[in-house]
């Protein structure tokens, strides 16, 4: 198929040839070939918008980022989205338009650029995000926000920090979500001042962004919030599950063993947790090696989740919970291959099979 009869298909053929049509043009990626192609990214037809979503992917200058940037102005969502994702892929071919399309008089149309730039994953569009943050409308402002945790930005902890702190509404709980989302030293500890200091409808946000960060450093902040706001109990346990629990017991002081060790407890008796949790929170209790009530432990030792189950046998095991040895041996009974080498670790600490330590 030549230049002028793939111009012609891609025009007026059938779907098939349509198709075939926008991958073929690919070969000139002249100007008229490239508004052929713009063309087709408004077929009713999703086969065609996606082959000509892969050649204009292919072509990818600066001329293609200039013939999208107006079809995020279309009325049909289908032809937005295209456009937009295009540009997301191709924000280093052109980044000085988006920079461009964050100034226009159309709101809807900073918003996208902030969106933009914030799933481009190109770091060096920070900048002009930071600049939206002194955007007159408020959810061109959020929309910068979102995007300059999503790009991880370190140089935006400071006004994330301010905005969290004094900000709208949900403009304070995207700051917070966009600061869990940096991997920064100085990301975690704008988080651990939030926390102390914030409202308590934005503490339990900043305990979950926190938990994403998984740094030890944490410790020991988290467990003066238990003694300062006890009802946080439930927020911290989460977090601290996130952390490796062998780090954690390692910052615990022996006196606060025993609090951290309740908290979790109260944490696993109740439900909504997910295995993965439940585990790391079973794994825990079993490094601060603080006895705790057996009943704690009846329900993950009954649970369908093996790493469940087997997180539990270990840590009764290691605190040598023998109240809970007959369900260890009905659960050895059952003869299941993912428990048996967890099941005959844990029977041999309490001694030979009939003699219970008490």
């Known amino acids: 198929m030549d230049r002028e009869t793939a111009l012609r298909e891609l025009n007026a053929g059938s779907p098939d040839l349509q198709r075939l049509a926008a991958r073929v043009l690919g070969r000139w990626a002249d100007d008229e070939v490239l508004d052929a192609l713009i063309g087709a990214l408004q077929s009713p037809h999703r086969g065609i918008r996606d082959a000509a979503t892969d050649t204009l992917l292919e072509i990818g200058d600066a001329r293609t980022v200039r013939r999208l940037l107006p079809l995020l102005k279309s009325n049909i969502p289908a032809v937005r989205n295209s456009a937009r994702s295009l540009l997301q892929r191709l924000s280093k071919a052109a980044p ?34 930071l600049e939206l943050l002194d955007d007159p409308d408020e959810n061109v402002r959020d929309a910068a926000v979102v ?23 949900w403009t304070r709980f995207s700051a917070i979500d966009a600061l869990g989302e940096i991997p920064a030293p100085e990301a975690l500890r704008a988080l651990l001042r939030i926390v102390a200091n914030a409202s308590p409808e934005l503490q339990e946000p900043a305990l979950e962004a926190l938990g994403r960060h998984r740094s030890p450093e944490s410790v020991l902040p988290l467990l003066q919030l238990l003694h300062t706001t006890p009802s946080l109990g439930s927020a911290v346990a989460t977090v601290f599950a996130a952390l490796p629990a062998a780090a954690v017991a390692a910052r615990v002081p022996g006196a606060d063993r025993p609090v951290l060790a309740q908290v979790v407890s109260e944490r696993l008796r109740h439900n909504g947790l997910a295995p993965g949790v439940a585990a790391a929170m079973l794994d825990l209790l079993g490094e601060l090696a603080v006895r705790v009530e057996a009943a704690v432990f009846l329900r993950p030792l009954a649970s369908a989740q093996r790493p469940v189950q087997q997180a539990a046998i270990r840590c009764v095991a290691r605190l040598r919970l023998s109240e809970t040895m007959p369900l260890l041996r009905q659960l050895q009974s059952q003869g299941d291959p993912a428990l048996a080498d967890d099941l005959k670790e844990a029977l041999s600490r309490f001694g030979e099979p009939g003699k219970e330590r008490s």
């Open 147 to 169: 995007g300059l945790g999503r790009l991880g930005a370190p140089e935006a902890v400071g006004r994330l920090e301010e905005i969290a702190a004094g900000g709208e509404s």
């Open 96 to 129: 000085e338009l988006l920079i461009d399309l964050a100034h226009d008089a159309d709101v809807r149309m900073r918003i996208f650029a902030a969106n933009i730039m914030a799933e481009s994953g190109d770091h060096e569009l920070s900048s002009p995000l």
